[in-house]
């Protein structure tokens, strides 16, 4: 079985998905479970790190959407790196995993853009699969874990 995009009988190339987080456990359970459910799941611990991912790769598509933790957006680049990210990727759907309340220092640009999606929390990693699910199906051959 082929894996090339343009072969009509090839399984569609999973949905690409890039976490911006900083904690190394939180970003690997959660690339673990996006993987298990079927999204090609990568992750970079901060904004400058993400940008070093090409905006498409043949044999694994374009990044569909990206999720960013509030922690990453620390600084006075942080909206410039978030801007050039998103460009950089032609503009996938965008996810906020939040705090629960307001984070000091932090501007108004948090809410509403880039964001199609707010996620604050407490929230399980459940919880997050099922905001990426919402903005981002699976097709039903992606259905299965990516190895």
């Known amino acids: 079985m082929s894996n090339d995009p343009a072969d009509p009988a ?8 890039l ?26 611990p901060g904004l400058a790190g993400a ?3 090409r905006a498409e790769v043949p044999s694994r598509g ?18 410039l ?3 050039t990210l998103l460009d950089r990727h032609q503009h996938p759907a965008a996810i906020l995993l939040a705090r ?3 984070m000091p220092g932090l501007s108004e ?12 929390r407490p929230v399980s990693i459940e919880g997050i699969v099922a905001a990426v699910r919402d903005l981002l199906p699976l097709p039903p051959a992606s259905s299965r874990p990516v190895d």
């Open 62 to 79: 374009a990044v569909r959407l990206v999720l960013v933790d509030q922690a990453v957006l620390q600084g006075d680049e942080a909206f």
């Open 109 to 120: 640009q948090v809410e509403p853009a880039p964001w199609a999606r707010v996620v604050r």
């Open 10 to 17: 090839a399984p569609p190339l999973p949905p690409r998905v």
């Open 19 to 44: 976490l911006v987080m900083p904690e190394q456990w939180p970003r690997a359970l959660l690339r673990a479970a996006l993987r298990e459910v079927g999204y090609d799941a990568l992750g970079a």
């Open 100 to 102: 629960a309340g307001p």
């Open 81 to 83: 790196l978030l801007t």
């Open 51 to 53: 940008l070093r991912y």
